[in-house]
């Protein structure tokens, strides 16, 4: 089937599902393959809970009723995506970034929302699957769409790009992440400026943190609308106070205010100031933009203020690559209190420069003078062994072990990468 024909069906069945045990009623089942499963093998029972159609790429199924045989259902996916994005004439942007593209995505689109009918990504749903699904779900009355793109190697953002042709695109900033896949931080900045390339390529305009000379370097011969703590530029910004809470005072051309948010850290005025500037770009009244910074409140373990009945926690357990760990590191030795207690986590996927970057972690949070370090995962306990630090090699020791040996009275930070689950610690502390 034809990418054309699947799409009169699409309008007619526009909701999608590639897991036939949460299907809607009347939507189009795509059966995906995965490492562990083949969807086509579920596209009966796709059917049976109530899906219209199940479009497939086993030519055992091309004959049976409701089934819509295509050489490839991933490709069928993305292509029906990207046709249905050339139909819509709205402003899409994309956004990307080694850290804080989710608070990112999340504060544009709440201020964009005041508006605008604005519609963001969900969750994480950043990759070949999820923007072709948030793009499919961009229905006639969506005035704007902020499309989140994550990458873990080259040519990614590209093809994420050629699906969602953004219109205007955002790099929050590029740091060493997914050394593994990319190979170095050259290979990072390679991948995160292909936002950039096809921005370039395709007259697009990029919203830029002008203090970021790595992103100025990038950014040539594109139309810029930049934020900055210290230049010109259409929105600036500065730092009222960093704890617990950011506060800062913002400049946009002849009008001043303040923001008192509910987000931790320094780092995070250039999430708020890329929000702002967004927004004031597309004539959101600054009284408007004001209320939705102010009322954004992180969640999902990204930054996350928790009081528990003993201890008060920052959630940073989402994930964690070096540069937001030092950032983090860096946050928390400022953060008022003398009782504070650091528990970090493995950061994955560095490839071979795992040990080094580690290193200069332990070493950081050593010179940071808290009170008490407990390391967790396979490569801190490695490196740490010969020192006298705390450290575990999974998570759920360090549960057994608090267990009887509690924190009490502490202000804790719990920064690590997801496969690390340092999110389970919340329920013992």
Do not use: W
Not at 19 to 24: A, P
Not at 167 to 193: D, P, R, W
Not at 325 to 331: H, L
Request: aromatic share 8%.
């Amino acid at each position: 089937m034809n990418t054309q024909s699947l799409y009169k069906i699409f309008c007619q069945h526009p909701a999608i599902s590639i897991d036939s045990r949460s299907i809607t009623s009347g939507s189009i089942f795509f059966a995906l393959k995965g490492n562990n499963f083949d969807g086509n093998q579920f596209a009966r029972q796709a059917i049976d809970n109530g899906a219209s159609f199940a479009v497939v790429d086993d030519p055992l199924l091309k004959e049976q009723k409701q089934m819509l045989f295509t050489p490839n259902t991933l490709t069928a996916l993305q292509d029906l995506a990207r046709y249905h994005r050339r139909k819509l004439q709205i402003p899409i942007i994309g956004i990307t970034g080694t850290n804080g593209k989710t608070t990112t995505k999340e504060l544009i689109g709440k201020v964009l929302s005041q508006k605008f009918n604005t519609l963001i990504t969900k969750g994480n749903l950043n990759n070949h699957i999820g923007v072709p699904l948030t793009l499919l779900n961009i229905c006639p009355d969506t005035q704007i769409a902020v499309i989140e793109m994550g990458a873990n190697h080259q040519h990614e953002i590209a093809n994420l790009c050629k699906i969602a042709n953004p219109t205007y695109g955002l790099i929050t900033n590029i740091g060493k992440a997914h050394l593994e896949g990319f190979g170095n931080f050259q290979g990072v900045i390679n991948a995160k400026s292909e936002l950039y390339t096809y921005l370039r390529e395709n007259n697009g305009v990029v919203f830029i943190n002008q203090d970021d000379s790595l992103l100025e370097s990038l950014a040539y011969e594109i139309e810029k609308i930049g934020y900055s703590q210290k230049d010109n530029a259409l929105v600036k910004g500065q730092i009222i106070t960093e704890a617990p809470f950011l506060s800062v005072e913002i400049f946009i051309k002849e009008t001043k205010f303040q923001i008192k948010s509910q987000l931790i850290g320094a780092y995070n005025i250039n999430n708020i100031l890329a929000a702002i500037t967004v927004g004031s770009y597309f004539n959101v009244e600054p009284e408007l933009i004001k209320s939705a910074v102010e009322t954004y409140k992180p969640d999902n373990n990204r930054s996350q203020f928790i009081r528990t009945k003993n201890n008060q926690v920052i959630m940073d357990a989402y994930n964690a690559n070096p540069s937001s760990m030092e950032v983090a590191i860096s946050n928390f030795s400022k953060f008022p209190g003398s009782n504070k207690v650091m528990i970090l986590g493995d950061m994955l996927e560095l490839g071979r420069e795992a040990n080094n970057e580690h290193l200069k972690i332990i070493n950081l949070a050593i010179s940071s003078g808290v009170e008490k370090i407990i390391f967790v995962g396979m490569i801190f306990k490695d490196l740490v062994k010969a020192m006298p630090i705390e450290s575990y090699l999974e998570v759920d020791e360090l549960q057994e072990h608090l267990k009887t040996n509690p924190l009490t009275d502490k202000t804790i930070l719990i920064k690590g990468s997801r496969g690390i689950k340092l999110e389970k610690l919340l329920e013992i502390l």
